[in-house]
């Protein structure tokens, strides 16, 4: 299995040329997910090295086993992030998520004293882990891990703030169908991770001081959770997310610049966020054919819609400028079994027409790489996910159509290209010129 993967990758390599090689690994680690060798989780490097970020579990698990399948080492000592460099392929820096795979062809290895990301019997590149930020010993005076209310991500570059940690879609029939947010909570809490269901906005203020003062990399934040369909206390949807916004923007203007993912709302709404300080919109519309959006976005789809979602998404355009209104797609769910198509090209081709609409009003969509996480309804169906073919056709039309439109690389991502992006969910921005 392993020579085959080795071989597999390296066809790959060869018959998309066009890609850079940085992005054809990430894409294959992202949909793989990755082993560590316990050892390397547990031992310095040399003498310099420093602790590393563990990984924090910022939303979702992004993780191809159940939280309770991974021992203690596994669940707690795994990085964030890894960055690749170097060896036999030549790397340039690539930051890749760390999603666990016990079984994945790809594992981390200590090799010489250094750590190593294998395939099989092939030793790809060195690896690096995240150091660990300065402000995550820190605790809040009620207690909380400022690690857990204020998490990074992107090798330092984005502060993710999931204030409410559950979606009020709820059960299969509402929740989107590769979506595991509900599960991860549970399965955080049953694994003992301190993990806060709905985040005070005093608690994040508090914890975003710590990192105004002891962190210089962060360079933007997200504010973001679930879905909510009637209120929460006593707030809908729109004053929950934009109070906190407003409360981060009143403390520290401009300090980071501000993105909210939600549900699409209605423009009144989206200039109510606007007003608040939110800087970049994610209205994220997941998969573009209809009858998948339907499926697979069951909730969304009965309570908003797909054409209001898509109507909302222009209409935001115009109160933000349309490059900061950046609908993420789940890249790879459109293969999904059991209503997803069956021919990649026809999948990409289907995704094109979204980025084409999309494109058209001035507004770059981006991807989020599918973990078919075991939790899921998808990710039960389709463990090993969707084919790298797909995913690297997904580049190189996602590439070409952004230059056939003239657009530049979305804002608030870092900067783009291989060996310079950060982003760590998707190859996106490392197939794009820098
Ligand atoms: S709306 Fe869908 S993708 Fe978003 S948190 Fe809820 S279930 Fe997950």
Request: charged fraction near 20%.
């Amino acid at each position: 299995m392993n020579s085959l993967a080795s071989n597999t990758l390296f066809d790959h390599i060869e018959r998309h040329g066009s890609l850079p090689v940085e992005a054809i690994v990430k894409a294959d680690l992202l949909r793989c997910g990755l082993a560590f060798d316990p050892e390397v989780l547990m031992t310095p490097v040399d003498a310099a090295s420093k602790e590393h970020q563990p990984k924090s579990y910022f939303i979702f698990s992004f993780n191809m086993v159940r939280q309770g399948e991974l021992d203690a080492t596994q669940s707690f000592k795994a990085p964030e992030e890894i960055a690749l460099t170097g060896g036999s392929l030549g790397l340039r820096r690539t930051i890749v998520s760390v999603r666990l795979n016990p079984d994945s062809p790809y594992r981390v290895k200590l090799l010489d004293g250094k750590r190593v990301l294998t395939l099989g019997s092939e030793s790809l590149s060195e690896v690096a882990f995240p150091d660990m930020p300065a402000h995550y010993g820190a605790q809040l005076p009620n207690g909380k891990p400022v690690a857990e209310i204020a998490p990074v991500i992107e090798w330092g570059y984005l502060i993710y703030l999931t204030i409410f940690r559950i979606c009020q879609y709820f059960g299969e029939k509402e929740e989107c169908q590769f979506c595991d947010i509900n599960h991860n909570y549970r399965q955080q809490l049953a694994v003992g991770r301190p993990y806060t269901g709905i985040k005070k906005v005093e608690d994040i203020l508090a914890a975003l001081e710590f990192i105004a003062t002891l962190d210089r990399k962060a360079e933007a934040y997200t504010v973001t959770g679930g879905s909510i369909t009637s209120k929460l206390a006593g707030q809908t949807e729109v004053e929950f997310y934009t109070a906190y916004v407003e409360a981060i923007e009143n403390r520290f203007p401009d300090r980071w610049l501000g993105k909210v993912v939600t549900q699409a709302w209605p423009k009144e709404d989206v200039r109510t966020l606007k007003a608040a300080g939110a800087k970049i919109y994610h209205p994220n519309y997941e998969v573009w054919d209809p009858k998948l959006f339907a499926a697979y976005s069951p909730g969304k789809d009965r309570y908003i819609g797909r054409d209001a979602w898509i109507r909302r998404v222009v209409e935001a355009a115009e109160v933000f400028d349309p490059s900061h209104v950046i609908p993420n797609f789940v890249a790879g769910i459109e293969m999904a079994k059991p209503v997803g198509f069956t021919d990649v090209e026809l999948a990409v081709a289907s995704t094109a027409e979204g980025l084409n609409f999309f494109m058209s009003h001035g507004v770059v969509p981006r991807f989020t790489t599918w973990c078919p996480e075991p939790t899921t309804p998808l990710g039960k169906e389709n463990p090993g996910g969707a084919s790298l073919e797909y995913h690297l056709r997904l580049l190189e039309v996602y590439r070409d159509t952004l230059a056939a439109h003239k657009l530049s690389p979305p804002p608030g991502y870092g900067e783009a290209g291989p060996g310079k992006a950060v982003f760590s969910v998707s190859p996106f921005m490392d197939v794009l010129p820098g």
